[in-house]
């Protein structure tokens, strides 16, 4: 029986093909580029054309040892001995299939929902094809999207039985690695493949798209559920104060360019902040500009705050961008409890970007997390946040799969393995608007720094260099100890003059100050 190796997937559209282009020509070169799996999918064909390219289709892989897969025509896998076919949900069923072709032939099914998938498991299928993961020119789709966060709980319901799982729909050399990433479930169950059509057939040099997949897929390692993990339960407190000193030194030294989609609230004073820590912000938001943005930019911010429908497309472009190009992103979902359309958007937007690390108060980490336990006024939350914030922060970042900043009295801040509580800070930062927005252009700030640092090359399979849990600590603890110093400076004497100070203090903050007032904590 032949071992199918699922990790590169084409799927034929030869009505993609470039002006010019042979169909055979393009396959034979995408075999060469690493294509490991080959579905011909030819929905306008008649018999004997569908016949006669699957033939010569099938000639082309048996050189290059790749299985054949047809969508949809049991009579046409028999006639030309493919390895098996792919059905869809309106297709003939999986027993009808499996009773016409030769034992060990491979069947796999689309399935877009957790019952299409628990039927497919009751009828024996060899693999799953999960989509739509993105949107896609190539088929016109009559299901919802499941979207990259959609993806994990539709494995895990394959956890333990062998079935393998692909996603499909708009993947590209691109989002390629935060598809990966975004798609794994709880249970660390990853993707065994990724079926492609126009990223490599509308391509004009299908070897050399197909081995750009092949690169991503090959340096990708599902056993990092998380981005960074560089900080560990056992490592000394004192090594994660050292790095944050460190990181402070480099801001100051190279001056990340911080790209900050904010609200108009902060946005000034969130410029001022980056600046005084060492960082140059940037505070773009035209979305045409985004793609060239993000490739000069040390990470990114983004903050809802103040969203209308009209900013989410500079934010989503943004944020795709620097996932592609493999920046920190840092997002906060201000107000995200406060209504419909902040919930939906940030769910949208989720759906386009993985976040790097995820910074919100209690209202809003519970809003994001589905929980009731924490109510919100406005952007604010009321109560005393989280029976247990230990726990809920290191469970969300294991469901976001990002670093999460849980903001308050106490901040905790958890990469889904390690927990670190800070209680530093002052309640005067809760009397000037905007406290917890510039903790996002801070955390932004040193997120730079920490990717800056990384000695991890670019093509090591995450998409995201450096430590972004202690990034993220570099982030709070310098702005909190700053604001401790700033708030018991006689010249203080309320929240106008508090606001001037902080940012005199983040400018004058010197590294004995951190390591004498840090609180920092470590939770295995
Ligand atoms: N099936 P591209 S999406 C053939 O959701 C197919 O089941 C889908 O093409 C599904 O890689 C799709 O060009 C097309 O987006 C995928
Ligand atoms: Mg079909």
């Given at each position: 029986m032949t071992v199918i190796d699922y990790s590169l997937?084409?799927?034929?559209?030869?009505?993609?093909?470039?002006?010019?282009?042979?169909?055979?020509?393009?396959?034979?070169?995408?075999?060469?580029?690493g294509v490991t799996l080959v579905q011909i999918r030819e929905k306008h064909a008649d018999t004997a054309e569908f016949l006669?390219?699957?033939?010569?289709?099938?000639?082309?892989?048996?050189?290059?040892?790749?299985?054949?897969?047809?969508?949809?025509?049991?009579?046409?896998?028999?006639?030309v001995h493919a390895h098996g076919v792919h059905l869809g949900?309106?297709?003939?069923?999986?027993?009808?299939?499996?009773?016409?072709?030769?034992?060990?032939?491979?069947?796999?099914?689309?399935?877009?929902?957790?019952?299409?998938?628990?039927?497919?498991?009751?009828?024996?299928?060899?693999?799953?094809?999960?989509?739509?993961?993105?949107?896609?020119?190539?088929?016109?789709?009559?299901?919802?999207?499941?979207g990259v966060r959609g993806v994990g709980s539709l494995l895990e319901v394959l956890d333990g039985t062998g079935v393998k799982g692909v996603v499909i729909g708009g993947i590209k050399s691109t989002n390629l690695l935060r598809t990966l990433h975004g798609s794994v479930s709880r249970t660390n169950h990853a993707v065994d493949g990724v079926a492609v059509v126009s990223d490599i057939v509308a391509s004009s040099e299908p070897r050399h798209a197909a081995e750009k997949l092949s690169k991503v897929l090959r340096a990708f390692k599902a056993d990092l559920p998380i981005s960074v993990l560089a900080v560990r339960a056992d490592s000394a407190r004192h090594s994660i104060i050292e790095g944050v000193v460190r990181l402070m030194k480099v801001v100051r030294e190279l001056n990340p360019l911080v790209h900050q989609i904010t609200n108009n609230v902060v946005a000034t004073q969130s410029a001022n902040v980056t600046l005084a820590i060492g960082g140059s912000p940037?505070?773009?938001?035209?979305?045409?500009?985004?793609?060239?943005?993000?490739r000069i930019?040390?990470?990114?911010?983004?903050?809802?705050?103040?969203?209308?429908?009209?900013?989410?497309?500079?934010?989503?472009?943004?944020?795709?961008?620097?996932?592609a190009n493999q920046k920190p992103?840092?997002?906060?979902?201000?107000?995200?409890?406060?209504?419909?359309?902040?919930?939906?958007?940030?769910?949208?937007?989720?759906?386009?970007?993985?976040?790097?690390?995820?910074?919100?108060?209690?209202?809003?980490?519970?809003?994001?997390?589905?929980?009731?336990e924490v109510e919100t006024k406005g952007v604010d939350s009321i109560g005393s946040g989280f029976k247990?914030?230990?726990?809920?922060?290191?469970?969300?970042?294991?469901?976001?799969?990002?670093?999460?900043?849980?903001?308050?009295?106490?901040?905790?801040?958890?990469?889904?393995?390690?927990v670190i509580t800070l209680r530093n800070g002052h309640e005067i930062l809760g009397k000037i608007t905007g406290s917890g927005c510039i903790a996002g252009s801070s955390v932004a700030t040193f997120c730079a720094a920490a990717a800056f640092e990384s000695q991890e090359p670019p093509n090591a399979g995450k998409l995201v260099r450096g430590d972004i849990l202690l990034g993220s600590v570099a982030g709070i603890?310098?702005?909190?100890?700053?604001?401790?110093?700033?708030?018991?400076?006689?010249?203080?004497?309320?929240?106008?003059?508090?606001?001037?100070?902080?940012?005199?203090?983040?400018?004058?903050?010197?590294?004995?100050?951190l390591r004498s007032k840090a609180k920092l904590e470590i939770h295995a």
């Open positions: 997937y084409l799927v034929t559209g030869r009505n993609l093909l470039p002006l010019g282009k042979d169909y055979y020509q393009s396959l034979e070169e995408s075999l060469q580029g006669e390219i699957a033939t010569k289709s099938k000639a082309i892989c048996d050189k290059y040892n790749v299985p054949v897969l047809i969508n949809d025509r049991i009579d046409i896998a028999l006639a949900q309106t297709d003939m069923s999986v027993a009808q299939a499996r009773a016409m072709l030769p034992p060990g032939a491979i069947i796999g099914v689309s399935c877009n929902n957790e019952e299409h998938v628990k039927n497919a498991l009751r009828d024996g299928v060899d693999y799953i094809g999960i989509g739509a993961v993105w949107g896609t020119k190539t088929k016109k789709l009559t299901n919802p999207l499941v940037i505070m773009a938001t035209e979305p045409q500009e985004m793609e060239d943005l993000s930019c040390n990470s990114l911010l983004i903050n809802i705050g103040t969203m209308r429908s009209d900013g989410m497309l500079s934010m989503s472009r943004a944020g795709y961008f620097a996932n992103l840092v997002f906060d979902p201000v107000g995200i409890g406060a209504s419909t359309f902040r919930k939906d958007t940030v769910q949208e937007l989720l759906n386009v970007f993985q976040a790097s690390a995820i910074k919100g108060n209690a209202g809003e980490l519970a809003a994001l997390a589905g929980s009731v247990d914030p230990i726990s809920f922060v290191m469970t969300l970042a294991r469901k976001e799969r990002c670093v999460v900043v849980l903001t308050g009295p106490v901040d905790y801040l958890s990469d889904g393995v390690t603890l310098v702005l909190t100890v700053a604001a401790e110093v700033a708030a018991a400076r006689s010249d203080v004497k309320g929240p106008g003059t508090f606001l001037p100070a902080l940012i005199d203090e983040l400018w004058a903050l010197t590294p004995e100050t």
